[in-house]
Nanobody
Framework: EVQLVESGGGLVQAGGSLRLSCAAS????????WGWFRQAPGKAREGVSC????????YYSDSVKGRFTISSDNAKNTVYLQMNSLKPEDTAVYYC?????????????????WGQGTQVTVSE
């Protein structure tokens, strides 16, 4: 069974940085993709960034482009989300997601496995 374990959330002032990590275990896919999603209270889950294992192709939502960087270490089965220049509107629970196959997606329904979520709070 695939399991994802997230870490790295917390409280930070506007303009600060945080790095999220998500480690996967128990999978056997040759190709796979990761997604980072976030959900603020009362809002739908939003696709933030994605990456696929085969070539490192990435996606960023317009709201985070230029501020967030996704990366992965295939040897460690881990994905990272470096978040810089954080804004109060980035406050949300952040989830990593994982799927087999050689393409990423910003549709949460395309992902089979999810991390437990980690709270990111950005103060004024």
């Amino acid at each position: 069974e695939v399991q994802l374990v997230e870490s790295g959330g917390g409280l930070v002032q506007a303009g600060g940085s945080l790095r999220l990590s998500c480690a996967a275990s128990g999978f056997t896919f040759d190709d796979y993709a990761w997604g980072w999603f976030r959900q603020a209270p009362g809002k739908a889950r939003e696709g933030v960034s994605c990456i696929r294992s085969s070539d490192g192709s990435t996606y960023y939502s317009d709201s985070v482009k230029g501020r967030f960087t996704i990366s992965s270490d295939n040897a460690k089965n881990t994905v990272y989300l470096q978040m810089n220049s954080l804004k109060p509107e980035d406050t949300a629970v952040y989830y990593c997601a994982f799927r087999g196959g050689n393409y990423w997606s910003i549709d949460p329904d395309e992902y089979d496995y999810w991390g437990q979520g980690t709270q990111v709070t950005v103060s004024e």
